[in-house]
């Protein structure tokens, strides 16, 4: 078992940033890849951005490249969203969720947090 706790969101203006942090307790987080999804109201649950077990690769959605950068220190057990020129569109429920080998689906992923709030005022 893996256990997620996401943290870091918050209501922000646009243009601004944040930078959410998931950390992992249980098994050993270095061994899983890590992605991270968002969901506003009323829509379904998005990929934003995906890394790997050694953070060596790394992948996003069309709409966040060049804005969120994610990262992780697995000494820390910890994987970070860096989300800089953030948009009244970004604004959702944010998750972060680990699987062996990473996908851009969210079914694929085996553990999930409770989710951190993001709003984003224009």
């Known amino acids: 078992q893996v256990q997620l706790a996401e943290s870091g969101g918050g209501s922000v203006q646009a243009g601004d940033s944040l930078r959410l942090s998931c950390v992992a307790s249980g098994r050993t987080f270095r061994n899983y890849a890590v992605g991270w999804f968002r969901q506003a109201p009323g829509k379904e649950r998005e990929f934003v951005a995906g890394?790997?077990?050694?953070?060596?690769?790394?992948y996003y959605t069309d709409s966040v490249k060049g804005r969120f950068t994610i990262s992780r220190d697995n000494a820390k057990n910890t994987v970070y969203l860096q989300m800089n020129s953030l948009k009244p569109e970004d604004a959702a429920v944010y998750f972060c969720?680990?699987?062996?080998?990473?996908?851009?689906?969210?079914?694929?992923?085996?553990?999930w947090g409770q989710g951190t709030q993001v709003t984003v005022s224009s």
């Open positions: 969720a680990a699987d062996q080998y990473g996908s851009r689906f969210s079914g694929k992923y085996d553990y």
């Open positions: 890394i790997s077990w050694s953070g060596s690769s790394t």
